[in-house]
């Protein structure tokens, strides 16, 4: 969930309940090719079918109107770049209108948000925050078809076919567990979808029905982005009232060694006893909840640097994705939403 971020909207429509079978034969993706008579999709079919008692026919179906979209190997082949730097990468998640839509997105499900509080201790502005960063409140949900998606990654993408062919099985395991067609949902190049951005198997394992409707939506249903996003942090250690953030001081002779630590700009966890030993303290009086904690370095616009004491809740937000701007862009964007409400 690297520092090239996955850039992550669903049709106007939600993903309805029972979804009508698109047409026999797909149309061919221009330069590309449906993956109908290739026999290593027609043995996944067979074992995906054989170990999770599908149809094996209406899987072949299903992945032969599938198409390569060689747009998107393009995308994930794209060579290495420098991340940008915090002071380049935060302002597009800081803006005024980022922060207006966080209060108006937080005020539309300002009931759900507070139960998911009550029930995992997850704060409002940081769900918000979350899907804020991910797709700008919904508004940026992605364009490819997640069945093509998956099977151009799966098959045609060697360097992680065995992961994409994973998300491709649970995709299908998703689609019948939900109860729509998987020739319909759309996400990004990687196949994440919905406001929170869910691959396929968070979907299944922390997508939660927060409304009792007895299905989840995550690409219309304000309730269900919540109550997913809340348990997807707290199943992997959210705690409440934890510490995300605190300036550190580091002492000047222990600077250098300090330094050496950090790896692309944010350090292993260790103990606050450990980190005071070297030289780095919190710059506030008291000591931050939770332990252990790494150390932090944002890249600030006079060409200087800051340095944070990341607490255990920041490495629970990189747990939804990895790199530190992001869990920093969160907090940051949850920070002002807080504010501006």
Known sequence: MRHRLLAFAFVVLAVPIATPEAPAQAPKDKGGHVYGSRADVRAFATEVAAENGLDRQRVERWLAQAR??????????????????????????LSPARIAGGVAWWKANEEALARAEAKWGVPPEIVAAIVGVETNYGALQGT???????????????????????????????????GFSPLVPKGSYAGAMGVPQFMPGSFR???????????????????????SVANYLARHDWQPGGALL????????DRDAVLRKLDGGLSERRTLDAWASDGVSPASSGKPD???VGLLMLEE????????????NFYVITRYNRSRLYATAVIRLAEAIRAAR
Do not use: C
């Open 144 to 178: 490819f078809r997640v069945i093509d998606a998956l099977a151009t990654l799966a098959f045609d993408y060697p360097r992680r076919a065995t992961f994409f062919r994973g998300e491709l099985k649970e995709f299908l395991l998703l689609a019948r567990e939900q």
């Open 68 to 93: 390569y979209l060689p747009r998107i190997v393009s995308l994930m082949s794209a060579p290495y770049v420098e991340p940008p730097r915090w002071h380049e990468y935060a302002p597009k998640f």
């Open 205 to 227: 394992r922390y997508a939660v029905d927060f409304d009792g409707d007895t299905r989840i939506d995550l690409w219309n249903d304000g309730a269900d982005v919540v109550g």
């Open 290 to 292: 939770g332990d252990p």
């Open 246 to 253: 605190d300036p550190a001081i580091i002492a000047d002779g």
């Open 301 to 312: 616009p006079d060409g200087k640097a800051s340095y944070w004491i990341a607490g255990p």
